[in-house]
């Protein structure tokens, strides 16, 4: 069984999708943990229900970005990862943790890169009328949403469409896409 620890800060929709995709199709892969900076958030309720292992850093209960991320990197080399996922994770990983799971970090984007990195990229690409959009899973490296790219995938924009419509869309790509990424990392 290869080891799959998700990060997550917000929603947790595609951790649940990774995880039901994996179960669904018998994967030899197994979600370990999925780790939230956020106590908030709704991927722990999802971590519940899928009874995967979870664990709450609380990023405000550190002393400092530095202490949180020690934490983070001590929990991350206890689970022993083959590969871990960054899905909405909202912190940038420091160079100390990237260094030390070089080629084993990958992140979702929900644009098409080297293209609105960063925050609000749906919205900002709708906004610059952009014809096709779409999803970018690459490794992490020191940079925001710069490491390498792995896959892409696209939406063509219909006549007339509204963000919510094209951002479902691309969110249900995501779903799509990121657990056949994983496992072919995996393989
Ligand atoms: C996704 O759109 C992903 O591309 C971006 O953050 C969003 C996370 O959504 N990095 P969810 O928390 O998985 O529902």
Partial sequence: MKRLVVLASGNGSNFEAIVKTIRKNSWPIECVAMITDNPEAKAI?????L????FILDYKSFESKKA???????KLEELNPDLIALAGYMRILPPFIVGRFRWKIVNIHPALLPAFPGLNAIERAYKAGCKVMGITIHYVDEGVDSGPIIEQACVKVREGESLES???RI???EHRTYPYVI???LE
């Fill in 51 to 54: 009874k995967v292992p979870y």
């Fill in 171 to 173: 969110h249900r790509l």
């Fill in 166 to 168: 094209v951002e479902r």
């Fill in 68 to 74: 949180y991320n020690e934490a983070l990197l001590r």
């Fill in 183 to 185: 496992k072919k990392l």
């Fill in 45 to 49: 309720k999802r971590a519940q229900r």
